[in-house]
Nanobody, 122 residues
Framework: QAQLVESGGGLVQAGGSLRLSCAAS????????MGWFRQAPGEERELVAA????????HYADSVKDRFTVSRDNAKNTVYLQMNSLKPEDTAVYYC???????????????WGQGTQVTVSS
């Protein structure tokens, strides 16, 4: 059974950095779109970043452009989210996602991780 497991979340001060990792198992996602959503309390879920199979196409939410970088290592079946210059408004649960096959960076996404909490203190 396909599974996505996030790691790397935690508490950081504003201006700091975190790197999230998502390890996929159960099937290969080398041809899939992969990415990250986030959801803050009382807010709608937001697509933060997405990457196609070879990293040639990327998508970022306007709120994270020039601060976050999505990347992947297909040999390790892993996708990453490097988050720099973090702000308190980046506080949310971050979810790793993957499509069932190649498609659009904006989705739909069939596979979801359980989420990892990122908290940015001011």
């Amino acid at each position: 059974q396909a599974q996505l497991v996030e790691s790397g979340g935690g508490l950081v001060q504003a201006g700091g950095s975190l790197r999230l990792s998502c390890a996929a198992s159960g099937r290969t996602f080398s041809s899939s779109i992969m990415g990250w959503f986030r959801q803050a309390p009382g807010e709608e879920r937001e697509l933060v970043a997405a990457i196609n199979w070879n990293g040639g196409s990327l998508h970022y939410a306007d709120s994270v452009k020039d601060r976050f970088t999505v990347s992947r290592d297909n040999a390790k079946n892993t996708v990453y989210l490097q988050m720099n210059s973090l702000k308190p408004e980046d506080t949310a649960v971050y979810y790793c996602v993957a499509s069932s096959s190649s498609g659009y960076l904006t989705g739909p996404y069939r596979y979801w991780g359980q989420g990892t909490q990122v908290t940015v203190s001011s």
